[in-house]
């Protein structure tokens, strides 16, 4: 903590960034510096989270790839997707296929803390959150944007400053 505590502000902030591309979120963040605790840190981001505008929740998501199409070079999402690598051909294109009904129906990604879920776990999930009303999805997605801000932010926070 004493690491991101005493950061730089511009240091943190593109920091912040790479963890949510919600600017309000990462000046949240930045003003309540210092933090005694991971824990925390991590209620402040649960807070800044609630408290995001639409179009701060739309940069935010804005900035995820698709489930099962993370960037080439972009470790992050890869490690985070992991459940889709090796996904049988069948099941990737399923995936792919439900990514664009769900782009179609509510007019961005498919939003979820895929951290540790595998390939049919996240089908199954996609096709679930097909059904929702717009409302109750833009809810469940703020909900899973705070789990991957609270897992990027651990990582952050707790990785050496090497590595």
Request: aromatic fraction near 4%; proline fraction near 7%.
């Amino acid at each position: 903590m004493r690491r991101f505590n005493t950061a730089g502000d511009h240091g943190t902030a593109a920091a912040l960034h790479r963890v949510c591309a919600s600017s309000a979120w990462g000046r949240a963040l930045l003003a309540g510096r210092p933090y005694a605790s991971l824990a925390a840190l991590l209620a402040a981001s649960d807070a800044a989270v609630t408290e995001l505008s639409a179009a701060e929740l739309d940069a935010a998501i804005g900035a995820h790839p698709p489930i099962g199409r993370p960037p080439p070079g972009d470790p992050v999402s890869a490690r985070e997707q992991r459940g889709m690598a090796g996904a049988p051909a069948r099941l990737a294109a399923e995936m792919l296929e439900l990514n664009l009904a769900y782009q179609e129906r509510f007019g961005q990604v498919f939003l979820i803390c895929a951290t540790g879920l595998t390939a049919g776990q996240l089908r199954d999930a996609i096709r679930a959150r097909l059904g929702n009303p717009p409302g109750i999805e833009r809810e469940t997605v703020r909900t899973e944007l705070g789990k991957i801000n609270r897992i990027r932010l651990t990582r952050l926070v707790t990785d050496s400053p090497d590595g």
